[in-house]
């Protein structure tokens, strides 16, 4: 059956909040009470609820109000419906992007400017015997056409829309996955799995050399928590599941997994499986690799999955790690087994102000030394703790306003900071109260020993909640000439400085020389600590007026970006994957012997390249 | 490897209107107010300053030292408290402690001294105006070149007078041995290195990382003399590589951004140690570094020593220069902290941004009308100048039409406009008087100090006089030698190998540039490029026809070609009279100074029996370079044996060579040292 856009907009607009009003204890930023659970509602047609052409939700955006003030749009964020007085200024200051000068998306997508599908009749016919839901639809096949790189955004939001797949899928359960990857097999058609769709790698992208049919499987629909088991600790999930859901249908039993990467209001277990993914807290939780405990996997040549769910595993090299961050070259994964821990009893955020980055980076890595970073520590450079400012919603009261005037006298003029120079590290702690309470002490005397003061627990929290709003903060950038995006890598401790200092200063000098108009912003922060390194996150965003072919540049900077990443020690990447973005620099990160395994697996497992996104290899 | 100084951008493109007498305005006001001017220089970003002892500090906690320290005290054995105190006593001796006031107190009397021995220091400003962006940008190298010891801190005065940082200088350790003086100079930013360092490691530990901690710190500019030393040849020197490396290396390693190289050409009219240096290269022994010397030789500042160029070349950025030559990826895997040998990309990138740095040097010094006299002085029998004397007219007019030349290749001449050229080449002689004078419309060579001395006491005598005054003559010579040397080498294969055939001629050049490599500087794996600007230029002065094959003398290029043959003939003569000597005469193992002994009575008989024409074989410099060049051709061997070191020559490959040299066998290719190529 072809599930039909009329059915889905009915249920829309029935839909009714869930829940009330926020509770004020709401740790969380964004907010599980909000109307819908994304897949519950069986949301076939996402673009329904969230931008096609930009990044999340319909309703949150920003925006310059009558007044010309930035507001953010919306009810789902703390920032939501708020004036933000500072962000046209710092947009104009930062990019020179003026209100005069607008470049706004088209609004609708033009269907007919979709090519039409070319299906697979056979295949077609043997989806439809099986019941699984199915849909060729232009709006259904653009939006899993695509990630969240710029130049995916970018064309879309001109109305340009380049290979889209030319049929979705819906798999209900891992008996569905099976059948459609036969059926696949069988007629030779290209299945490319679709989770949240929040890659940053082009792993969406449908290669343009494809000439099969190729065919989405998205597993939205694969969306329960299928046993807890409290004894072990571990929870039994669809990998369909989306970040938000399973924490809240986690939370509703008193439990949590812990993994918060910054995309998961929107991004799926599955993809974070096959991607590597990383989750803010990883500190207490771990990283997924740490997290998963049994995981199951349609391929081609069937189903890989362990049989047992021993916490270790001495049998050979970890069959795991041939799913982990094999980014949908392999096959689907339907099913997971998580670890998961008690919802916490107590959770602080916290902040650090450091006379400059340098000493903000020597706090980090004694943190590290001694081991005992807080569930989260990122350290921000000046010009995002400066953006940070800029994004301070009106404050309501004289008083609040006041007390921020004073903390800003006590720290320059008293303290003697210098505000082009400071810096700000934002921290999370969680546990129970009184060990939070130790451990928060233990960790801002080591930070008074690299000059580091408290700033307050305000700081800290609005720290967190840019990183969910930074995303929604590009589209209001593309409506005024700035393009940008952010990419990360990880690295020894040692070459921290270095690598932050010398990327950002090849972002600069790049721009220059490719005749950008407009001084960049190039600025990064240290997101993860670990014992032998950190990870680094660089956002990088121009105002593009007077290039004929903004992407073009924008693309050879990020190389040249990513080049002068690994020249300085730093990693192909921490977290976000290789897909098509990276896959060129590959073989000198692994080492031909090192590609030649990949290879060979690959080979053996999909031997017709049915999984045909070519990613990574 | 297309990549050329050109390319880079040449040193000096500037008009002479560019350069400003900065003596002028001294001359109009307060020397003490100019010593006490306000100096507040822009620093480079982001960097503090940083007192010598903050930098002591740095160098001695590095995880490098204490490595090496460790190591060492393995190896030898000793505690590593003993080592440690070692290289606190090697910092000691080594580091500088610049202080504005010693700067002040430097600019105070170098004003008084310049005032009387310059008519002028001219410097252009708009490369002044570069440098200043560039202090300010990232950590940046000064590289002059050496020619005397003016040099070593005539930089600093003019940073000093343009509010630019004032440089931390590499100096050579005798300098610090002087009373007082020494001192100064460490106050003035100097850091002193030993020489012949050679395989103490715990000596070079401390050295390189004392520099590559001012680099990364960047709170002033480094200076050092890439040549290594100061040339008493006037001719650039093959660069030194040893601390070029340790200047490069925080590029490479990733803990600067950039590094900017400033190529600065220093040019002299006239030389203070001027005859200093023709004794020494006759084997005269040179002066230890001493107060007492030092006031004693300041009757040398009684002289007018004309005028003086400071040309700072445009700065150039490591990084690109580095761009696709060396993958900085290999420090990827072993922490940077730790000593590692730098690998055959980088050995060979570095060794060709150095020469490529003496290169630009060259293309930015400044040829003074006197340095032309002397390349046609020198083709003349010394026999003419001592005894019946030239005839001024024509050495007059030689000099216009080898301006005229010099002018085509691309030279930039110091040579005042609006001034009759006949007062120019008159004042040139004025200026020369030690070496020549005029009498009767003929000029002479003066000799032995006096002109027309008397008769010398024995003939070998007065073969070390008249060599004493030709080598001065060679030293005025070899200022403008690298503007002819690439042409005068094709001229030379054209003459030699009798043949057009562009192969044959391309071969025999390849062939010279590798044997004269250490008498001139050529950038290591540019020889067809060197080829075809040699080309290029002989046929821009209409000397030659080339076409796709073949390279042919014009109608009216003998003139051209055959100065230039003979402005490389000595190097040739001295190369052959040594190599027959290798072959034929020398003991199979020699010492360099049993060798150098045997050379000059060898060629003092040769020049007496009129054997030879050229004194410049009696330069223990060009002796030097022939050993050098034979080792770096993998003819001859240095091994060591009880207390010295001793050459083993490969005889038959000398012979070889000399064949090929007198073109009497065809050129094989001769390859250097593989590591030194691109």
Redo the contacts between chains.
């Keep these: 059956m072809i599930f039909s856009n009329k059915r889905s907009r009915q249920i829309l607009r029935h839909a009714k909040p869930a829940g009330g009003s926020s509770s004020p204890n709401c740790h969380h930023l964004f907010s599980w009470y909000m109307i819908f659970n994304l897949t519950e509602l069986l949301l076939f047609h996402r673009q329904e609820i969230m931008k096609w052409n930009g990044w999340g939700y319909n309703d949150s955006k920003f925006i310059y109000n009558k007044n010309g003030q930035a507001e953010f749009t919306g009810k789902r964020y703390r920032l939501s419906g708020m004036i933000i007085p500072g962000l046209r200024d710092w947009m104009e200051s930062t990019f020179g992007a003026t209100v005069q000068h607008k470049t706004p998306a088209t609004p609708v997508l033009n269907t007919s400017a979709v090519q039409p599908p070319t299906l697979n009749e056979a295949f077609v016919e043997g989806i439809k015997s099986t019941g699984i839901p199915f849909s060729h639809d232009p709006e259904d096949r653009v939006f899993r056409s695509h990630g969240h790189c710029l130049h995916e955004i970018f064309p879309l939001r001109e109305g340009k829309v380049g290979r889209v797949p030319d049929m979705v899928v819906w798999p209900k359960c891992h008996n569905d996955v099976v059948k459609t990857v036969e059926l696949a097999c069988k007629h030779n058609v290209c299945l490319i799995p679709f989770g949240g769709g929040t890659s940053v790698s082009s792993a969406l992208e449908c290669p343009p050399e494809e000439t099969r049919s190729i065919v989405s499987l998205d597993t939205s629909q694969m969306n329960r928590v299928l046993w807890i088991d409290e004894k072990n600790l571990t929870a039994h999930v669809e990998a369909g599941i989306i970040g938000q859901d399973l924490e809240r249908l986690l939370n509703e039993s008193g439990y949590c997994t812990g993994h918060e990467p910054d995309s998961m209001e929107f991004s799926s277990l599955g993809g974070w499986v096959a991607t590597r993914a990383s989750g803010m807290k990883k500190n207490i939780y771990g990283n997924i690799e740490d997290l998963v405990v049994h995981i199951k996997m349609v391929t081609p040549r069937g189903v890989i999955e362990k049989s047992c769910q021993g916490p270790r595993m001495s049998t050979g090299p970890d069959v795991h790690h041939f799913i982990l961050g094999s980014e949908g070259t392999l096959g689907v994964v339907t099913e997971v087994t998580m670890k998961i821990r008690p919802v916490p009893e107590y959770q602080k955020y916290g902040s650090v102000v450091f006379p400059n980055f340098e000493q903000g980076v020597a706090c980090l890595r004694e943190v590290a030394r001694q081991r005992c970073a807080p569930a989260s520590i990122r350290l921000m450079d000046n010009e995002q703790f400066q953006f940070g400012h800029a994004l301070k919603p009106q404050v309501s009261s004289i008083f609040t306003s006041f007390l921020d005037g004073l903390k800003k006298f006590y720290i320059t003029k008293f303290k003697g900071f210098d505000p082009s120079r400071l810096c700000v590290a934002t921290l999370l702690f969680e546990g129970d109260r009184e060990k939070v309470l130790q451990h928060e002490k233990q960790v801002y005397d080591i930070a008074a020993k690299f000059g580091g003061l408290a700033a307050g627990e305000d700081n800290g929290q609005r720290g967190y909640m840019l990183t969910f709003v930074i995303a929604y903060l590009r589209d209001l950038g593309m409506d005024y000439f700035v393009i940008g995006e952010s990419f990360e890598t990880s690295v020894p401790w040692?070459?921290v400085l270095?690598?932050c200092?010398?990327v950002k200063?090849?972002i600069v000098q790049e721009c220059k020389d490719r005749g950008v108009q407009f001084q960049p912003l190039s600025t990064c922060r240290v997101t993860q600590t670990y014992d032998a390194g950190a990870c680094v996150y660089f956002y990088f965003a121009f105002n593009y007026r007077g290039l004929s072919d903004p992407l073009h540049v924008y693309a050879q900077v990020e190389h040249a970006a990513r080049e002068e990443i690994?020249?300085?020690?730093g990693s192909l990447s921490h977290h976000h994957g290789v897909g098509k973005l990276r896959k060129e620099w590959m073989r000198?990160t692994v080492s031909d012997v090192g590609l030649g395994m990949l290879k060979s697996v690959k080979d053996y497992v999909d031997p017709n390249n049915i999984f045909g996104n070519r990613n990574l290899l | 490897m297309t990549n050329t100084y050109r390319d880079v951008g040449v040193a000096g493109q500037q008009d002479e209107e560019d350069f400003v007498d900065i003596l002028e305005e001294r001359r109009l006001s307060s020397d003490l107010g100019f010593a006490l001017r306000t100096f507040s220089p822009q620093l480079h970003k982001g960097s503090p300053p940083c007192s010598s002892a903050e930098l002591h500090r740095a160098v001695l906690e590095s995880q490098y030292l204490r490595y090496v320290t460790k190591e060492v005290a393995m190896e030898t054995g000793s505690c590593e408290q003993e080592v440690r105190e070692e290289v606190c006593g090697i910092l000691g001796e080594m580091s500088q402690n610049l202080q504005l006031r010693f700067i002040r107190l430097m600019a105070y009397m170098m004003t008084k001294v310049f005032k009387t021995v310059f008519s002028a220091i001219f410097v252009n400003v708009e490369g002044l105006n570069m440098l200043q962006q560039a202090t300010q940008e990232n950590p940046v190298i000064l590289m002059p070149n050496h020619r005397s010891y003016i040099d070593f801190l005539v930089i600093s005065y003019i940073m000093f007078s343009y509010d630019i940082p004032v440089p931390v200088i590499a100096a050579g350790i005798p300098l610090a041995g002087m009373k007082i003086v020494g001192e100064i100079l460490r106050r003035s930013g100097a850091f002193f290195i030993r020489r012949a360092i050679g395989s103490d490691r715990l000596y070079w530990a401390v050295l390189s990382e004392y520099v590559r901690t001012v680099v990364r710190k960047g709170f002033a500019p480094l200076e050092f003399f890439v040549e290594g030393l100061r040339s008493r040849t006037l001719k650039s020197i093959s660069p030194k590589l040893g601390m070029m490396h340790m200047v490069l290396e925080p590029f490479l390693k990733g803990e600067v951004y950039d590094i900017t190289l400033v190529p600065i050409s220093i040019s002299y009219d006239r030389v203070l140690e001027e005859s200093l240096l023709a004794h020494e290269l006759l084997g005269v022994p040179k002066p230890r570094e001493s107060t007492m010397g030092l006031l004693k030789a300041s009757s040398v500042l009684q002289e007018n020593y004309g005028s003086m160029h400071v040309n700072f070349g445009r700065p150039l950025s490591v990084r690109q220069l580095c761009e696709g030559k060396i993958n900085r990826c290999q420090y990827n895997l072993t922490p940077r902290d730790l000593p590692q040998k730098p690998s055959a990309d980088v050995q060979a990138c570095v060794s060709w941004m150095a020469h490529l740095m003496v290169r630009i040097q060259e293309e930015g010094s400044r040829i003074s009308p006197w340095s032309l006299m002397a390349c046609l002085l020198l083709q003349t029998p010394a026999t003419v100048l001592t005894e019946q004397g030239l005839l001024w007219h024509r050495l007059t007019e030689k000099t216009l039409w080898l301006r005229r030349l010099a002018l085509d290749f691309g030279a930039h001449l110091n040579w005042p406009e609006q001034i009759p050229d006949s007062d120019v080449l008159l004042s040139t002689l004025a200026l020369h008087r030690t070496v020549v004078h005029q009498k009767a419309g003929r000029v002479f060579l003066v000799w032995g100090g006096e002109p027309e001395g008397r008769h010398p006491v024995s003939p070998e005598e007065g073969v070390m006089r008249t060599a004493a005054a030709a080598l001065m003559l060679v030293s005025y010579r070899n200022q403008s030698l690298h503007v002819f040397v690439r042409p005068a080498l094709l001229a030379t294969a054209m003459s030699v190998t009798k043949s057009t055939e562009r192969d044959d001629l391309l071969a025999y050049f390849c062939f010279l540039q590798d044997v004269f490599s250490n008498e001139f500087i050529f950038i290591p794996g540019r020889s067809s490029q060197d080829f075809e600007e040699a080309g290029y230029l002989l046929k821009k002065c209409k000397a030659v026809h080339i076409s796709q094959q073949e390279v042919t003398v014009s109608d009216s290029g003998l003139e051209v070609l055959s100065f230039l043959q003979e402005l490389l003939k000595p190097f040739i003569n001295s190369y052959q009279l040594m190599f027959r000597y290798l072959c034929e005469d020398a003991d199979q193992i020699f010492t360099e100074k049993q060798f150098l002994h045997a050379v000059r009575t060898l060629a003092t008989n040769a020049v007496l029996s009129g054997e030879l024409d050229t004194y410049e074989v009696l330069s223990s410099n060009v002796q030097k370079n022939v050993l050098s060049a034979l080792q770096r051709l993998r003819m001859a061997t240095k091994v060591k044996r009880s207390e010295n070191e001793e050459y083993k020559v490969d005889r038959a490959a000398v012979g070889r060579a000399g064949d090929v040299l007198s073109g009497k066998v065809p050129p094989q290719v001769l390859r250097a040292t593989p590591a030194a190529r691109l």
């Design positions: 040692d070459r270095d690598i200092r010398n200063a090849r690994l020249a300085n020690g000198e």
